[in-house]
């Protein structure tokens, strides 16, 4: 199975700042990478799919690159309401497999 | 407006068994493959299963031969049979839509597996 491995685990920044978060996969998934996004106590959130690709509703300051091994997400001006754990998941291959996880904190 | 609710959960001994199921609404829930993803106490998800719809299915190896994923579309469900249950299922199991990628999670039910 695919591994992806997150970095970093916990990633402390605040207000207005850029976040940067890499997820790295075992082997290729070509675009076909996900991240979600998991508040306290709540379900996880669609946030880019296919490496690039934001969902509905999700604003711009999100952005999702890479290709093949390497992803990124970048968070270019956080606000409050950005501050979650943000799990990468790919799709290319069955079992489907997911990051462990980055804890974004204030 | 696209929602999943699960039920079903609760508390089980080991080597028992529980039906979760999910109901759906806002879409054509025939048109959509359907996963379950659990996560576990304080840990991160850990996706279980999948039913396309067409009924074919998929498995991670640590579920496989113990669960059983399955749908009613006419009552717009999905399940998921858990047998031999172990210390090690208990966890919050999402089901979450497919359409090429997963777009919309439930809330959640628990699992906990104790005796």
């Known amino acids: 199975e695919i591994v992806l491995t997150q970095s970093p685990a916990t990633l402390s920044l605040s207000p207005g700042e850029r976040a940067t978060l890499s997820c790295r996969a075992s082997q290729s998934v070509d675009k076909y990478l996900v991240w979600h996004q998991q508040k306290p106590g709540q379900a996880p959130r669609l946030l880019i799919y296919d490496a690039s690709n934001r969902a509905t509703g999700i604003p711009a300051r999100f952005t999702g690159s890479g290709s093949g091994t390497d992803f990124t997400l970048t968070i270019s001006s956080l606000e409050p309401e950005d501050f979650a754990v943000y799990y990468c998941?790919?799709?290319?291959?069955?079992?489907?497999?997911f990051g462990q996880g980055t804890k974004l904190e204030i | 407006e696209v929602q999943l609710v699960e039920s079903g959960g609760g508390l089980v001994q080991p080597g028992g068994s529980l039906r979760l199921s999910c109901t759906a609404s806002?879409?054509?829930?025939?048109?959509?493959?359907m996963n379950w993803v659990r996560q576990a106490p304080g840990e991160g998800l850990e996706w279980i299963s999948f039913i396309r719809s067409s009924g074919s299915t998929e498995y991670a190896d640590s579920v496989r031969g113990r669960f059983t994923i399955s749908r009613d579309n006419a009552k717009k469900s999905l399940f998921l049979q858990m047998d031999s249950l172990r210390a090690e299922d208990t966890a919050v199991y999402y089901c979450a839509r497919e359409t090429g990628y997963i777009d919309y999670w439930g809330q959640g039910t628990l699992v906990t597996v104790s005796s």
């Open positions: 806002g879409f054509t829930f025939s048109n959509y493959g």
């Open positions: 998941q790919q799709r290319n291959s069955w079992p489907y497999t």
